[in-house]
């Protein structure tokens, strides 16, 4: 080795990775989703101890147990606030979430709205198959209204939830969209997202095999947005009010300082509290 | 196609490298998930096939030397499409997949990897690249070679291979 | 080199087999023809963490009479591989009676729990004999081989073959029925397992049924028209069960966004006159008790079946326990009296949900039943459960005569008062949940308050919920105090043990809350031993009859947790041998 | 009288409300969306037997008692849900969800969302006073930033929620904004919202004058909104996205059918149900 | 027409009047004067439903020892208009003694419990005289009647009168003591009532202090370095409090969306190593019993404070009820061991929150502090509360020795296993609500599921509590069992029976859970009459007790509802007479 590989990352994409193997389905889109963010920590040059993968519940979910960094695998929906309340309280942490359609949109849909508001430095990853794979396929926020299936038979009725544009009303710091298939793309997304202060969201397509199989056909439906992601929000708005849902990138970058009240700066001792009760 | 430039002894053997050494991780994390899902079979298929990638990122690194690499971020590499010519379609395992399958999958790696690296080798100003290139290409068609008498022996399964009448598990 | 064995009235088997293999699907046709044999049966499965394809077990037990619990022992264990199958070992009692058929020859070897167990071994390559049929499939081989071991008449199995397969259409049909053939040709080479006898006489009558299908059905029965819900392990089938039976019948389902969402639509639509379900599992039901604490307060009747699993948290969802009763019984914020109830078999899934619909109805209150995974997921063939003629029957307002006026929350001396259903003229009001007066305004008075506690108690408390209170059986001067699914094994040991000294009776408690503190005291009048079993860590069906009522001193307590269920012989043991202390 | 009078609604405003006296401090705007209310209903000529309100907890969420209609006064938040299983299970009633700003954008965000995608025919007014009336003055979703508060003291730092662009994200079908002190104004819009099949969203800026003295000059923020409602929805989004809070009107329309699976229409007994099971 | 009457220890009076009249803030300067004259007080405050502007009433009780409970009857009644008045009739038990002062001439007359009551009356026509005064108000002419005729130095008042009012410059204060100056003239024209003593002694080391106050400051003392919280009455002045407080020093409190969003971020935080709270009442705990069964499951320590009012539902927000016991200690799913405490006086708020953050922290477990409405915003002089050295001691991991794993829920005697901080190197872990093996990873085994409910369960069970799990006083084969908030009362009527044949002893139960079976069993031995005393409508306590003790056969049980506080009369009664049955 020579003196410039000294540049390349302290660690390399699979020193993230822990030595419990995935229950995922082969050829599951979270696969891929956990190399993009193996890499994207690699190329971030973070130290696997300072980092910490916070998720819900669903197969997407599992992914901290798959990591070797610090990881919470909370109840379903919950994750936004766990991560929150780490990342208030720990600063000095990076703080990844990773959920699913059901987990971030359907039961936990309130906390995304409010972390999008909030802007605390999180980076939420939602890997999206409009299914509910864990509970085994029915339809979650993200679905086509005629998918059929056992909980609602010829589809659910129900026009489909928009994330980036809901993140973007909500507030949300960066809004990007990447694909499993796209591993590297979507490693590249993630360090900037990690990056970028405040609260980024970046919606994951990825497949579920299993209950989606119609999905294989996503890779063809994929397609670079060329945007530019500082657009002024009324235009990014628009743009992703009307996106196809497949155009991946990043499609909106905000300015907003992130939500960081200081913590361990004391100005008072507790005697001092105590006086203000005494006589 | 787009033509590919790399003019770099360096810069050619970062990919090179990067090439197999995904190649390799991808085939040992498959054979990890075949495991998983008790398909012993392609389980060490895959073993198999990521034991010969890494073996080829040692030659490459044999043939690197001294030679300074850079590092180059995973999304920055020359590939065609953003991911390595090499890396397999993962979408495309499946938990009953035959080796036949892993075989096809593997094949079009492959072809991928050898005009990747024929096609450095016919536009590169660089020739000690250049020698490389064709090298590592001619080798890559060694293999598409020897998988394909491999595949004769694990001829394509019938329709409905994958055909699983029970119903998946209810988890969470 | 069979070996004739005695004729039995119950068999069990284990079809084991991994990565698609067909097994619970094999299972499931087992069962099938069985119960077209006449038999009934009992199906459970387990599998490991693999969303899909990872080795995974159909247990069956088939019996010339109803099986009410999972067995002792195994008679027969036939896996098509053996990969993994260590999973299952904890789940699977085997004795050297036990005969063990697997594939000796295949890639992984037969584990040590099976070769150093004391089994009978006996050896079928299903792989090769499968690709020798066209379309040949091991689990369709497996069939035959059982079939031919445990005495199924091959023309029930081709049946439920047939039945199975019909939309995948004749060719199919043809490849399962001769794997079935080669595997019936092959059973003579192996041990012989006890055979169970043909039955005779009547197999009309009979249904083939889930639990969590059984309780689907039972709310049906009862009159609910309206479900919300959100899907959760083990709870799901019965949504997706109903959603189609119920658009059928003229009712609906709604996936909510949420249990929070599911609790409150269903209260919204029973509030409109509709009676309505959720039905959930343990986290799901935490999420919920903000607003069955609302029902209570406002009066709405509403039912929340929850299907138990393995706890604390996420725990182990895919496993039974009964851990979630302390819950039910407490979880709402304030004083609020609402019911509970508990299934003690499959088949009365089918009874209790029904009832459950009436109380709600009839008491305008939350009920909560308590079924859980062993009950919820498992398959049975069952005697027909009749239909009882509980049927939602909610006191409704009509119009007050001129210069009357209505009062929704009006003290009566049965504590309930007639309920408006809206579009009713004249009755307008507003539910609440905050304390208030008889005509609903809120009020934070003491009267108001005593007087409104008092009433939602006494509905609950002054109801006459007959003898459903609970099942009894057995007789002797040992009592075993038990609920839900323990109820299953505990009936099979007092079967096996009534007419020996240790002659015992049972007492299930279908209804927990309200406490039947008289009934029960009646029941256990004279018991010299009090025996209480439950599945949980804590003890907590102990520690909710303690509360209730006076236990015997020398009362035993059988506690233990999930994933495994509680058998028979347990419980028997634990009857002969007294509890260990 | 004269022929013409024949015409008038059978019931007037008066008709619609209860002889339960509210709790509010008087100047509170709720006493005057109270009143547009039951003159909404009044022209509506809807008979009180067959309109229900619905309520989560707040001061504003205590409109139902105060209503002579049906009414639910249900737990914080919850309203949203409760009013959809009403609806599902009685499509022949009117039904009214009325909420504050805390109890619909923050603890009840998620239902909002929802209802918005499944369109379900509610009528959605949530009387805005950006605060936590009724416990005493916390900052709510909709506060400023930098509003004082003793929960926040020197304000959230937390940047506003915009419920109109987040209702059209999530898929409302009609989007108003009103003012409480234009009683007969918003009137109207309650008369269109109601009429309008599917979800209808209308926030009422309603000034809490005990808590936010400082909104009395919301009479002169206010002003008409002169959009085609029926505009094309990525323009909408634009246009919602960056607008002031203060432009009143009927600002979007849209045309999905509402969601009402049949009910009450049975094509098969319950004896067809069992003959399933049967052997 | 004064007459002269005894001096006396305990003084209770209530100034009520409506519409801004400023009977809370005279209350409070009231109990402010008291303070500095050196007595002790209690203030509590009771309002009508309207939002503001309704009809309110300051209840104080004034001693030269510390006060512990609500009076059982008042002294002196002032009130500055009688507008719905009646609504405190409940809450102002009055006898021939009380002295009423009110505006005879004022609109609305007096109510009827008043005039038709047996108590003595005086007339002041505030109005007037405050309008004959510059800036008078009528609610500083009251201050300067009760101060006179209580026995208030004129000083005190004064002084406090200057505290609160020096933000509004000296003209505001002006007018205030000419107010209470016109006030005491005439307080010679009224009947009289007993004098407070002017107390001798020390009044340094004496604080002013609510109970929610108190327990914000316990969990600072604690060691509380993040809150996450949702508004909700009668908790929101816990973090009104400590959101300055904790950035004072170096903490921070974040609002969150909801209760889900604030136990979930309390939990967050606390794993990332910071001692973590929140608080809320009977619905935001309902809504929080998911996550804080993740808590137990994933073995992150969190402190819960459920400041408790009426219930069910919404109920009575304004009012006390210890009627979300149930709830504490049961509504997790499944079997999971947590800690409930409960302070047991305003005072106690401080000690209890403090001790609950070292067991949670300690053991590694969510630990509900259950304070209720009458601790929680009742104000109170207190002596100063020591400072106990209860410090979060979090036992934490450090980075393995090569070759060794770091395990996360590893097996150990105590049940505690070192947490390791994130941040740590070597030592990443997954926190997980799915049962686990000891190194975290899902297991859904029967072995990892056992060990590992065992360990959860050891943590609680087998910890020290020490002598702190009860407060106990008093002597005599009586013994009065109770919690809470009704410990006061008891206190004060084991007081008032101390050294008379009805000499009775308390147990005031600190430790709720784990049930402290030993010590309780310990404490109730040689008890001839032991009697139950909370304030619930089923009887919570009553049943929790006889789940987990036995006791005697004859237990008496006093158990009524809110919202009227227990009075130790009541308690006295009870002793002397028995409870009626
Ligand atoms: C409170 C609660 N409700 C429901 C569930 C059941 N549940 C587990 S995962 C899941 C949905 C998962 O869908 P998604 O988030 O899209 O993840 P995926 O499995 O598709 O990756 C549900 C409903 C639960 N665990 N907890
Ligand atoms: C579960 C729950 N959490 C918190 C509360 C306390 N609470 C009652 S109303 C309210 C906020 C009301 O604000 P908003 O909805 O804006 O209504 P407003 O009073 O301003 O009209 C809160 C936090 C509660 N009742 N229930
Ligand atoms: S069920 Fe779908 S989402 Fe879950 S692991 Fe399998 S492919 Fe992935
Ligand atoms: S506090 Fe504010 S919102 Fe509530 S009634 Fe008073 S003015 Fe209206
Ligand atoms: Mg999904
Ligand atoms: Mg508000």
Redesign the interface.
């Known amino acids: 080795m020579t003196a410039e590989t000294a540049l390349a990352p302290k660690h390399s994409p699979r020193d993230y990775k822990s030595d419990i193997k995935p229950v995922w389905c082969p050829g599951c889109g979270d696969y891929s989703v956990l190399g993009s963010i193996t890499k994207a920590f690699s190329e971030l040059n973070l130290d696997p101890e300072n980092v910490a993968v916070i998720s819900g519940i669903g197969c997407s979910s599992r992914i901290p147990a798959y990591t070797d960094c610090y990881g919470f695998h909370g109840v379903h929906g919950r994750s936004l606030p766990l991560a929150a309340g780490l990342k208030v309280a720990r600063p000095d942490m990076t703080v990844l979430v990773a959920s699913g359609d059901g987990d971030g949109f359907s039961i936990g849909g309130n906390h995304f709205m409010h972390a999008c508001r909030r802007n605390v430095d999180l980076t939420y990853v939602v890997m999206d198959n409009r299914v509910y794979g864990m509970t085994k396929g029915q339809a979650s926020p993200t679905t086509e209204p005629d998918w059929d299936n056992a909980l609602t038979p010829g589809g659910s009725g129900i026009s489909p939830f928009r994330p980036l544009v809901i993140a973007l009303a909500a507030g949300a710091n960066f809004i990007a969209r990447g694909f499993s298939g796209d591993q590297n793309g979507t490693a590249k997304l993630l360090k900037e997202a990690i990056e970028h202060p405040g609260f980024s969201f970046v919606q994951i397509l990825s497949p579920c095999v299993t209950f989606r199989p119609d999905q294989k056909t996503w890779k063809d439906d994929v397609h670079d947005a060329a945007v530019d992601p500082t657009d002024e929000i009324g235009r990014a708005a628009r743009r992703l009010m009307t996106d196809d849902g497949f155009n991946t990138g990043v499609l909106y970058k905000g300015e907003r300082e992130a939500f960081q009240p200081p913590i361990g700066e004391a100005t008072a001792t507790v005697a001092d509290l105590e006086g203000k009760f005494a006589l | 196609m787009s033509t590919l430039d790399i003019n770099n002894i360096g810069e050619f053997l970062a990919h090179a490298h990067a090439l197999e050494a995904e190649a390799a991780s991808q085939y040992a994390d498959l054979a990890e998930q075949m495991e998983v899902h008790n398909n012993t079979e392609v389980a060490e298929l895959f073993h198999k096939l990521a034991e010969i990638e890494g073996k080829h990122i040692g030659k490459i690194d044999d043939k690197a030397g001294d030679t300074p690499i850079p590092h180059i971020p995973p999304w920055e590499y020359k590939w065609e499409g953003g991911q390595s010519p090499e890396a397999v379609v993962d979408m495309d395992a499946h938990y009953m997949m035959t080796p036949h399958h892993a075989l096809r999958m593997s094949l079009k790696a492959e072809e991928r990897a050898a005009d990747f690296f024929q096609r450095i080798a016919d536009n590169t100003t660089d020739e000690e690249v250049r020698s490389l290139s064709a090298e590592m290409a001619e080798e890559e068609r060694d293999h598409i070679k020897w998988l394909n008498e491999w595949l004769k022996k694990y001829p394509e399964p019938e329709n409905g291979w994958d055909e699983d009448m029970d119903p998946p598990m209810l988890q969470e | 080199m069979n070996q004739p064995t005695d004729n039995t009235t119950s068999i069990s088997l284990v079809l084991a087999g991994?990565?698609?293999?067909?097994?619970?699907?094999a299972g499931n046709m087992l069962l099938a023809a069985a119960?077209?044999a006449g038999w009934y049966g009992l199906m459970t499965r387990s599998?490991?963490?693999?969303?899909?394809?990872?080795?995974?077990a159909a247990l069956l037990r088939l019996s010339s009479e109803p099986v009410s619990a999972q067995p002792d022992r195994y008679d027969l264990i036939i896996a098509l591989?053996w990969?993994?199958f260590e999973r299952f070992a904890?789940e699977i009692p085997l004795d050297k009676d036990t005969v063990i058929i697997g594939d000796a020859s295949a890639?992984?070897k037969t584990p040590a729990f099976v070769t150093e167990g004391p089994a009978r071994r006996g050896d079928i390559d299903f792989k090769s004999m499968s690709k020798a049929i066209p379309g040949g499939r091991p689990?369709m081989i497996a069939l035959g081989t059982i079939g031919a071991l445990i005495g199924l008449p091959e023309d029930a199995l081709d049946a439920a073959l047939s039945d199975a397969l019909a939309k995948r259409g004749e060719d199919a049909i043809a490849a399962s029925r001769a794997g079935a053939e080669a595997g019936r040709a092959i059973a003579a080479e192996m041990p012989a397992t006890p055979k169970l006898p043909t039955p005779e006489g009547e197999?009309?009558?009979?249904?083939?049924?889930s639990g969590n299908?059984a309780a689907g059905?039972g709310a049906?029965?009862g009159g609910v028209?309206?479900v919300?819900a959100?899907?959760?392990?083990?709870a799901?089938e019965i949504?997706?069960w109903m959603?189609?039976?119920l658009?059928?019948?003229?009712?609906?389902?709604?996936?909510?966004?949420?249990?929070?969402?599911?609790i409150?639509?269903?209260?919204?639509?029973?509030?409109?006159?509709?009676p309505?379900l959720t039905a959930t599992s343990?986290?799901g039901?935490?999420?919920m008790?903000?607003?069955i604490?609302?029902a209570?307060?406002?009066e709405v009747p509403v039912v929340i079946v929850d299907v138990m699993r393995?706890?604390?948290?996420?725990?182990?969802?895919?496993?039974s326990?009964q851990?979630?009763l302390?819950?039910a019984?407490?979880?709402?914020?304030?004083?609020?009296?609402h019911i509970v109830v508990a299934p003690n078999s499959i088949r009365d899934c089918v009874f209790t949900t029904q009832w459950s619909v009436h109380l709600a109805e009839a008491m305008q209150t939350p009920a909560i039943v308590l079924s859980d995974q062993a009950l919820g997921?498992a398959k049975s063939?069952i005697a027909?459960p009749a239909?009882i003629a509980f049927f939602a029957q909610r006191e409704t307002a009509t119009t007050p005569a001129e210069g009357e006026e209505y009062q929704r929350y009006a003290v009566t001396a049965s504590g309930v008062s007639p309920m408006?259903v809206?579009?009713?003229?004249?009755?307008?009001?507003?539910?609440?949940?905050?304390?208030h007066n008889p005509r609903?305004?809120?009020s934070?008075?003491?009267?108001d308050?005593?007087i409104q506690?008092?009433k939602r108690?006494r509905k609950t408390d002054d109801f006459d919920y007959g003898q459903h209170w609970a099942d009894q059986a057995g007789e002797g001067d040992t009592v075993v105090l038990t609920w839900g699914s323990c109820t299953g094994p505990v009936l099979e040991a007092l079967d096996n043990l009534a007419g020996t000294e240790q002659s015992a009776r049972m007492v299930s408690m279908r209804l927990l809350m309200p406490a039947p503190k008289e009934q029960l005291a009646n029941a256990l009048e004279g018991a010299k031993r009090v025996i209480v079993v439950e599945q949980?860590?804590?003890g907590?069906f102990m520690?909710?009859l303690?509360?209730?009522i006076d236990l015997p001193k020398n009362v035993e307590h059988h506690c233990t947790?999930?994933?495994?269920p509680i058998r028979p012989g347990d419980i028997e043991t634990l009857i002969k041998e007294g509890t260990p202390s």
């Open positions: 991994s990565g698609g293999s067909g097994v619970i699907t119960a077209k599998a490991g963490p693999q969303i899909r394809g990872g080795e995974a591989d990969l993994n904890d890639a992984k689990n197999k009309a009558g009979r249904w083939l049924i299908e059905l049906i029965r028209r309206f919300a959100y899907p959760i392990t083990p799901t949504l997706e959603s189609p039976a658009t059928k019948v003229g009712g609906v389902l709604v996936q909510a966004e949420d249990e929070l969402a599911s409150n639509m269903a209260i919204g639509g029973s509030y409109g006159g509709v309505a343990g986290p039901l935490a999420l008790t903000e607003a604490g609302l209570v307060a406002s393995g706890g604390p948290s996420t725990g182990i969802p895919t496993k326990e851990s979630d302390n819950m019984l407490y979880a709402l914020p304030g004083d609020a009296p997921q063939v027909a239909d408006a809206p579009g009713t003229p004249g009755c307008a009001y507003t539910a609440d949940g905050l304390e609903g305004t809120p934070g008075g003491a009267k308050h005593h506690l008092d108690q949980t860590h804590s907590q520690g909710y303690r509360a209730n947790p999930g994933p495994l």
